[in-house]
């Protein structure tokens, strides 16, 4: 009897502690399924702060109202967009057709290196089949660009970026009023400085950072095409966006690269290295001082951490949004903690 009372109490106890490890599991699928709404949320609000950004600019530059600034805008992008689809839309979707036969035969082609060498053929012998890596090989490409993926949580993601931001950048005075009446009476004067104080901060890193992906762009296009590197338009589009991730994105952009040069000659594969550090020094000693005000300079151990961390919770989006949610977080800490907790005083990024 009290042996049996003993298996009772344990199977009881075992299937509490089973309940409890799984109800946890479910808050940390439930948690992290919603930061990544939040996430696409959190893009489209970046996207209609870096739309309104534009407006303002051009309103003040002539005598305008925004609305009509903002249209001005999103014609303009519309017609870029239209323009270069329709005069090298071909010839890029024809060059990534091409990347995704390349680097399939520079993967062989390591795989044949290795197996001369006694450490190679052990080396492959404990990673994954070679095979697989290489069917895989055009997949890489499209999974990395990201830009071309039709997968339906993609797309609709796209989407609701889009409307988000232009919503946003529609009637930004609507949304910050009615999310300043959760705030205080007493606080809100403040509050909305800090929200006009985190638009700045990411008007202005937005700003300089598609700058520098369009100058990233233009520099590797044109050192691909002076080495003889075919499919240097496609590459040099891959580096551009990637080059929006900082530290991580230029070393994936380099990838792709570098096995098309493989699939050619191990010296081609050399020269678009050198190529590619000779760009990205550029980026980093000569565009991004140029280009980014010094209130906007960020410690590049902080970014890589966050990096990190947003990489491992969330992937890929956690990555691509790491930067401007550090952006946002460093203005919070500059006026929330240190101006009004510490009342200490702070050069604010984003702030002339």
């Known amino acids: 009897m009290e042996k049996d009372l003993k298996t009772r109490e344990f199977v009881k106890r075992a299937l509490i502690i089973t309940g ?57 992008i519309i017609l870029v967009l239209f323009a270069g689809g329709w005069i090298i839309g071909p010839r890029i979707v024809e060059q990534f057709s091409g990347i995704s036969e390349k680097i399939p035969e520079a993967l062989d082609s390591i795989q044949n290196s290795l197996k001369e060498y006694e450490w190679g053929r052990k080396l492959l012998n404990n990673i994954p089949g070679m095979e697989d890596v290489t069917t895989f090989g055009s997949e890489v490409v499209w999974g990395i660009t990201g830009v071309f993926s039709t997968a339906f949580g993609t797309i609709a993601s796209l989407f609701i970026v889009l409307f988000i931001g232009l919503y946003g950048a529609f009637d930004p005075r609507l949304y910050v009023n009615n999310f300043l009446k959760l705030i205080p009476p007493s606080n809100r004067e403040r509050a909305h400085s800090i929200i006009d104080s985190l638009g700045r901060a990411l008007r202005g890193w937005l700003i300089a950072r598609f700058t520098s992906m369009t100058i990233v762009g233009i520099l590797t296009a044109i050192g691909l095409s002076i080495i003889g590197v075919q499919l240097a338009l496609a590459l040099a589009l891959i580096a551009a966006i990637l080059s929006f991730i900082p530290f991580i994105g230029p070393l994936l952009g380099a990838i792709p690269a570098l096995l098309v040069a493989l699939a050619e000659s191990p010296i081609l594969m050399l020269y678009v290295g050198i190529n590619y550090l000779i760009v990205e020094s550029l980026e980093s000693y000569l565009i991004t001082p140029l280009v980014f005000k010094s209130a906007l300079s960020i410690p590049p151990a902080f970014i890589i951490t966050i990096q990190v961390v947003m990489g491992t919770l969330f992937g890929a989006m956690g990555v691509v949004m790491a930067t401007p949610l550090t952006v946002v977080l460093i203005v919070l800490v500059q006026t929330v903690y240190i101006e009004d907790i510490l009342k200490d005083e702070v050069k604010v990024m984003g702030q002339e």
Request: charged share 10%; glycine share 4%; aromatic share 8%.
């Open 20 to 76: 409890a490890v799984a109800l946890l599991l479910l808050l940390i699928f439930v948690i992290q399924q919603v930061m990544q709404i939040l996430l696409v949320a959190f893009a489209g609000i970046v996207l209609a702060v870096f739309l309104d950004g534009l407006s303002e600019f051009i309103t003040k530059k002539v005598a305008i109202p925004r609305r009509a600034a903002l249209a001005i805008v999103i014609t303009a």
